[in-house]
């Protein structure tokens, strides 16, 4: 039997209508968005109806994200497909550790409502943003990066991909300066410089918070940002420096294949994850699950 990962989507795959098709398709997720409209009323809508302007705000973002992702996840088990292991990109970071028992269901969406709440804090507190730069090896993005006091590489996410933060009138000139090297600089639907010192405060105030919450060991191996390596037993501190290091995701898929994992399947919006990882590696067998239809399919392709 092949091994099989989930992977949970990140902030800036966000769109309106997302994870609709999945609360009417599958009991098992729509048991996902009941416990977050108890919690945070009107999440469901808000992922159904908004716009992608809405579901931008980072206090928006995050919880109806965190939806989707564990409503794919849980869609997939209801149909018989189970993971091995998981990791999550950023904010899907605290949906795999729901899905992986970490947190029960109450308390991943209470966590992941906090942590969109201090980071947006700690984002108004600077005019930051975020680009992806191409092209470029990340010894040369990390070697624009260093003349600046507010430009931090960040997301170091495939070959030839390497996301960076910064305070947007140096992220200007960074991506000058990257531009005469050859790179290409896209910048992010993200509403602050995430992963980087920018959020120091906020990690603070999550470690704070997650004293306060019930953590356990996950069941599976479940595969941190920070270190591209498996969370511990008590996960709390990593669970709160993620926010304010960098994503490892390189790493991570890199780690999670040399352990055994042959199929990734990304759960939540979009395929951002899946082109990462079919960038990483050409071996890698990657599916993804955010709607009927691609659910659909995957179940097919997994019982040939």
């Known amino acids: 039997m092949e091994q099989i990962a989930f992977v949970f989507s990140g902030q800036g795959a966000q769109y309106s209508g997302m994870g609709k098709e999945l609360s009417e398709c599958s009991p098992a997720a729509k048991a996902v968005f009941d416990t977050a409209d108890r919690i945070r009323p009107g999440t469901s809508e808000q992922c159904f109806t908004a716009s992608k302007e809405e579901l931008s705000i980072t206090i928006n973002t995050q919880p109806c994200l965190y939806c989707v992702d564990l409503a794919a996840a849980r869609a997939l088990e209801e149909h018989g497909v189970h993971a091995a292991a998981a990791a999550g990109f950023s904010l899907g970071e605290i949906a795999a550790l729901t899905f992986a028992g970490a947190l029960d269901d109450e308390a991943g969406f209470s966590l992941v409502c906090e942590r969109a709440k201090f980071m947006q804090a700690a984002a108004e507190q600077v005019d930051g943003a975020m680009a992806a730069v191409l092209k470029l090896k990340n010894e040369e993005v990390e070697a624009l990066c260093a003349p600046f006091d507010h430009v931090y590489p960040v997301n170091y996410n495939s070959p030839g991909q390497l996301v960076v933060a910064g305070e947007k009138g140096e992220l200007a000139e960074f991506s000058a300066a990257a531009a005469q090297k050859g790179g290409r600089v896209v910048p992010l639907a993200v509403s602050g410089g995430f992963h980087s010192p920018f959020m120091n405060e906020a990690a603070e105030k ?69 082109g990462l990882i079919k960038k990483i590696s050409k071996m890698a067998t990657v599916f993804h699950v955010e709607d009927k239809k691609s659910l659909e399919e995957t179940l097919a392709a997994l019982q040939k």
């Open 206 to 274: 999550l470690a704070g918070y997650l004293k306060t919450v019930p953590f356990s060991a996950p069941r599976i191996p479940l595969y941190a940002n920070a270190t591209a390596k498996p969370y511990p037993a008590d996960g709390r501190e990593l669970a709160a420096t993620q926010v304010n290091h960098p994503v490892r995701w390189q790493d991570t898929v890199e780690q999670m294949l040399k352990d055994g994992i042959e199929i990734f399947i990304e759960v939540g919006a979009g395929k951002t994850l899946s």
